[in-house]
């Protein structure tokens, strides 16, 4: 082979190699940039109720906590493209908040309810569940063993806000029994004590109430009403799931997705139940009837 043609064949094979080096840099290249792209961080902010414990508040240190605020934190974790940044607020900047798009998500034991579906987002998967039944007098609790033995007692409820998802639950109650429907009366204006009052004055026999209520307000000793802990009881109805309100738009519309995902993850390896135990000392979900 003479020397001009080796000279020409190394000079294409080097032509060749540099493409080739050329050519796989782009590709890597190409690839760092896609993947990049995918690793963006989106920040959400996460607007919570400052002292609605255990589901959100303030902690002693002053840092955001909470039941609903914890679940949140394992959902952070889950989704390595979001970051969450807290705000502690009230219930109504929260709401406003929201409207405005100056949070992007809020958690307050909120259930679900057709005016907030109109107003937010609401994903698919539970965050947390407020249990609800019946406070009544301990002398009846032979008498009445369920909502539905109270139904069919003839048992005198309560009047509640039409406004309340409450009265809602009873509505719903009374479609699904209606041989045996409680006798629901809208609610003039009235506090916790006065419906503890009238259950043990026997104007009324039952006060529909939230678990937590009845737990913070009766039992623990230093509750407001511990001095009736011996006069009155309670007896569970079932679990209403409560979730986060999402801010609409369509970035938040994908988050929701991704929520959903992550949520039944957490639910599935047991996360949701050890973290409803460290709260409220039991498995809250248990009480929602699917």
């Known amino acids: 082979m003479s020397q001009k043609k080796r000279i020409i064949i190394g000079g294409t094979i080097a032509i060749i190699a ?3 080096i ?3 840099r782009s590709l890597q290249a190409s690839k760092n940039a896609t993947a990049a792209s995918s690793e963006k961080v989106t920040v959400l ?3 919570h109720t ?3 414990k255990p589901y959100d508040y303030v902690d002693v240190n002053g840092k955001s906590s909470g039941f609903e605020v914890d679940v949140l934190k394992a959902v952070d974790k ?3 493209n979001y970051k969450f940044e807290y705000h502690p607020t009230s219930d109504e900047d929260l709401l406003v908040g929201l409207e405005s798009g100056k949070y992007d998500i809020g958690t307050k034991g909120a259930w679900k309810t057709p005016e907030r579906e109109e107003k937010f987002i609401i994903p698919e998967e539970k965050i947390s569940a407020s249990v609800i039944g019946i406070t009544i007098r301990a002398e009846d609790k032979t008498k009445y063993s369920s909502l539905a033995s109270f139904a069919k007692a003839g048992g ?3 009047p509640i806000s039409p406004q309340s998802a409450q009265y809602q639950v009873i509505e719903d109650f009374n479609t699904a029994h209606p041989d045996t429907p409680i006798a629901l009366e809208a609610a003039e204006q009235f506090t916790i004590s006065d419906a503890y009052a009238w259950v043990l004055e026997k104007r009324y026999d039952a006060f529909f109430d939230i678990k937590l209520s009845f737990d913070d307000s009766v039992l623990a000793k ?3 009403y511990h001095q009736y802990v011996d006069q009155l009881s309670y007896i569970p109805y079932k679990g209403i799931p409560t979730y986060p309100l999402i801010h609409k738009d369509k970035t938040n519309e994908k988050f929701a997705k991704a929520y959903n995902q992550a949520v039944k993850a957490l639910e599935d390896d047991g996360t949701l139940e ?7 000392g039991e498995n809250v979900f248990s009480y929602i009837s699917e």
Do not use: E, R, T
Not at 274 to 280: A, E, M, T
């Open 156 to 158: 005198k409820l309560i």
């Open 18 to 20: 540099i493409g080739g």
């Open 45 to 47: 902010q996460v607007a």
């Open 50 to 52: 400052q002292n609605y």
């Open 22 to 24: 050329i050519a796989i």
């Open 78 to 80: 889950k989704l390595k």
């Open 274 to 280: 050890k973290l409803s135990n460290k709260y409220f």
């Open 222 to 224: 230093d509750g407001p």
